[in-house]
């Protein structure tokens, strides 16, 4: 529940020209939301429908924990940073505004954060949407997770992080202790490879999630698909 230092976990969402996902996206969210989130959406000055779809789905639903920011275009890392300065919770995610989030992301994640034990905490996603993490309640199937610990300065346990280089940024759920002021680089090319390794150097324990909980679709008009 909202508390006087704010929401448990915010959801930034930056969006550009995503008129035939953000729907989707949005609904995928809100699947199993709890009032323990934020969900902030900026608008970087998109020039097709993505703003009235988005607000064509608030008008069915009922929800009090969402922030709708709408600026001109300027680029990824500056709408991220915006998302950033407006963003109230303990914890901080992103979603991209053309991706899928799997109906069990709040479900598995929010315990895990309500511990208050992880800086850190990952999943991993799928470029196969039929792969995405469905529980199935008739099986006794349980996460595969563990935790990295980092000690005395000593940042050895990070080199299998470092080796694999998965530095998705939707991946990954941040203590905003561990953010602090750190902000992406504006008008830089792949902004969250800058800003991920950095923030695991200030870490003392991450909690790595194996199951796919994030559906990140290839669109051939998003900015990691399209060099101009």
């Given at each position: 529940?909202?508390?006087?230092?704010?929401?448990?976990?915010?959801?930034?969402?930056?969006?550009?020209?995503?008129?035939?996902?953000?729907t989707?996206?949005?609904?995928?969210?809100?699947?199993?939301i709890?009032?323990?989130?934020?969900?902030?959406?900026?608008?970087?000055?998109?020039?097709?429908?993505?703003?009235?779809?988005?607000?064509?789905?608030?008008?069915?639903?009922?929800?009090?924990?969402?922030k709708?920011?709408?600026?001109?275009?300027?680029?990824?890392?500056?709408?991220?940073?915006?998302?950033l300065?407006?963003?109230?919770?303990?914890?901080?995610?992103?979603?991209?505004?053309?991706?899928?989030?799997?109906?069990?992301?709040?479900t598995?994640?929010?315990?895990?954060?309500?511990?208050?034990k992880?800086?850190?905490?990952?999943?991993?996603?799928?470029?196969?949407?039929?792969?995405?993490?469905?529980?199935?309640?008739?099986?006794?199937?349980?996460?595969?997770?563990?935790?990295?610990?980092?000690?005395?300065?000593?940042?050895?346990p990070?080199?299998?992080?470092?080796?694999?280089?998965?530095?998705?940024?939707?991946t990954?759920?941040?203590?905003?202790?561990?953010?602090?002021?750190?902000?992406?680089?504006?008008?830089?090319?792949y902004?969250?490879?800058?800003?991920?390794?950095?923030?695991?150097?200030?870490?003392?324990?991450?909690?790595?999630?194996?199951?796919?909980?994030?559906?990140?679709?290839?669109?051939d008009?998003s900015?990691?698909?399209?060099?101009?």
């Amino acid at each position: 529940m909202i508390n006087a230092s704010g929401y448990l976990l915010s959801i930034i969402i930056p969006a550009y020209n995503n008129a035939e996902f953000i729907t989707a996206t949005l609904a995928s969210i809100h699947q199993n939301i709890t009032d323990d989130v934020e969900i902030i959406i900026v608008n970087d000055g998109s020039t097709d429908l993505t703003e009235e779809r988005i607000k064509a789905f608030y008008r069915e639903q009922n929800c009090n924990n969402v922030k709708y920011i709408s600026h001109k275009n300027q680029g990824v890392a500056i709408t991220r940073n915006v998302g950033l300065t407006h963003a109230t919770g303990k914890y901080i995610g992103f979603v991209d505004s053309d991706d899928i989030v799997c109906p069990d992301y709040f479900t598995i994640l929010l315990p895990k954060l309500r511990a208050g034990k992880y800086d850190i905490v990952e999943f991993n996603l799928t470029r196969d949407i039929h792969n995405l993490y469905h529980h199935k309640p008739d099986t006794e199937d349980s996460l595969v997770q563990h935790e990295i610990i980092l000690t005395n300065d000593n940042y050895a346990p990070l080199i299998p992080t470092f080796r694999a280089g998965q530095w998705h940024l939707v991946t990954k759920i941040f203590h905003r202790d561990v953010i602090g002021m750190d902000r992406f680089e504006e008008y830089r090319r792949y902004e969250d490879v800058i800003f991920c390794p950095f923030q695991y150097f200030k870490c003392h324990t991450i909690l790595k999630i194996e199951q796919k909980l994030y559906f990140y679709r290839v669109n051939d008009k998003s900015i990691t698909e399209n060099i101009i």
